[in-house]
């Protein structure tokens, strides 16, 4: 029954490739463009938090977000963007990045938020290790 639910999803609720957010990562940013064209960007160096939001609402609707956080703003990035991979590649080799919070999260089914890295005095990104 499962699989027949997973295959009427991907049938009508398949968003289109243009309707999917994008994100972007590089040396010096974060930057999630969305479908109507706005683009959230925090840089690195102000990156303050790391965390990994879930809801109860899958799988019908996107239910894991990652939440990056500035010095004064923060955006989510669903877990099914474009270019998600990479983000989370880069997210995890931060230094000192809770993996197991993050394991926790990928796992939840409830609505929570799991913080899995917060910037300190000493873990601080630096170029050397994005």
Known sequence: MLKSLEWLKSIFLRPKVEEIP?????????RCVRSEGRSDVVSWSDLRVVGVETNSGGPFI???????EGPSYGFYVPMT???????????????????????????CTNNAR?????????????KELM
């Open 114 to 126: 799991f913080v899995c890295w917060r910037r300190t005095e000493n873990n601080a990104v630096g």
């Open 62 to 68: 996107e239910d894991v977000y990652y939440y990056l």
């Open 81 to 107: 963007a474009q270019g998600a991979d990479e983000l989370v590649r880069r997210l995890t080799g931060l230094p000192r990045f809770d993996n197991k919070a993050f394991s926790e999260a990928m796992c």
């Open 22 to 30: 994008r994100v972007v990562v590089d040396d010096n940013e974060v």
